[in-house]
């Protein structure tokens, strides 16, 4: 037990602190449930979103198009005794060819940004959700201080796994939820000014030490963005570095 709860949660550290937002920002808005609900997580990386969200009992299903990492994470479901999560190689500008609907929940994190063609994948999600599903989805705030020099662009005109643009407004997610059928239920943020602060340390040291060294360096400072950019969001008002969306596809036409 202890060794499945520590194995379930250590992914979440591994890498930036800014994942470790995503995922406070997302559990508060996934309920545990014993009803086998259907999750899918789109374009789901190293996977520790995916685990926790079988951890609370969803029947999740992570996509990436990467088949090195899902085959990693498909690894760590198995060391998590996890029967209840799937990896999947696909490509998420595909989506409306998935096999799988009908999920309740769908989940896109820091992955639209990556997406020409955004307006079409919120229109695959609406179709690959239940009727009363509901979409949680992060993405760079457009008018985030960049954390890095590269953060300011310029930014790609194809589609090469880097950043096609620079992030979403409030009202440019309006406008995708609108033009694919979701109703907006809640626009926030989350990953304040300590956790952007750590994250550029983190990389920095990287770049240097490499990423074991500066991960175990880093990981005692990540209590400090937990417990103080709360406060200075309310003092500053400074910029959070994503922004949150949770949509709802309508129960009745």
């Known amino acids: 037990m202890i060794t499945n709860y520590f194995n379930r949660n250590k992914y979440l550290f591994y890498g930036d602190s800014l994942v470790f937002d995503r995922w406070r920002w997302i559990s508060k808005r996934l309920p545990i449930t014993n009803d086998n609900w259907k999750l899918l997580d789109i374009g789901c990386g190293s996977g520790a979103i995916?685990?926790?969200?079988?951890?609370?009992g969803y029947v999740t299903r992570g996509l990436s198009w990467s088949k090195e990492d899902?085959?990693?994470?498909?690894?760590?479901?198995?060391?998590?005794?996890?029967?209840n999560c799937t990896f999947d190689v696909f490509d998420a500008r595909n989506l409306s060819d998935y096999c799988y609907s009908e999920?309740?929940?769908?989940?896109?994190?820091?992955?639209?940004?990556h997406i020409i063609n955004?307006?079409?994948?919120?229109?695959?999600?609406?179709?690959?959700?239940?009727?009363?599903?509901?979409?949680?989805?992060?993405?760079p705030n457009f008018f985030y201080n960049a954390i890095t020099i590269n953060d300011n662009g310029p930014f790609n005109l194809i589609e090469d796994g880097r950043h096609v643009r620079r992030g979403?407004?409030?009202?440019?997610?309006?406008?995708?939820?609108?033009?694919?059928?979701f109703k907006?239920?809640?626009i926030t943020t989350c990953s304040g000014f300590l956790s952007q602060k750590l994250t550029y340390v983190l990389r920095s040291l990287e770049r240097l030490i490499g990423l074991k060294m500066s991960w175990l360096i880093?990981?005692?400072l990540r209590?400090?963005?937990i417990i103080f950019d709360p406060l200075i969001k309310k003092i500053t008002n400074y910029e959070d570095f994503s922004i949150c969306l949770v949509a709802y596809k309508p129960r009745f036409k």
Do not use: H, W
């Open 184 to 186: 907006v239920q809640e």
């Open 223 to 225: 209590i400090f963005p």
């Open 118 to 139: 955004d307006i079409n994948l919120f229109k695959d999600i609406y179709s690959k959700l239940r009727n009363g599903g509901y979409l949680l989805l992060t993405t």
């Open 70 to 83: 899902m085959e990693k994470c498909s690894r760590r479901a198995k060391y998590c005794s996890l029967k």
């Open 50 to 56: 995916t685990l926790k969200a079988a951890s609370k």
């Open 168 to 181: 979403y407004t409030k009202t440019m997610l309006e406008e995708l939820c609108e033009k694919s059928g």
């Open 218 to 220: 880093s990981l005692p």
């Open 103 to 113: 999920f309740d929940v769908i989940i896109n994190t820091e992955n639209i940004e």
